[in-house]
């Protein structure tokens, strides 16, 4: 019962922050998406050339 509590809880929390997101951002919320996206991109292609960098040594 409290897992089913707070399973819902999250989603109804999560679904709150999308709406704001989208309903907030309007037209300018996909630049802010794809920005949060490459920002990601990179951070994970930084992390994987180190790992690589120190793999090859």
Known sequence: M???ILLLLTGLVVAG???AF???????????W????LA????DNFRLRKKLRNYVK
Do not use: R
């Open 2 to 4: 409290k897992d089913g």
């Open 17 to 19: 922050l999308s709406w």
């Open 22 to 32: 989208w309903h907030f951002l309007g037209a300018d919320a996909m630049n802010v």
């Open 34 to 37: 794809m920005t949060i996206m």
């Open 40 to 43: 990601g991109i990179a951070a």
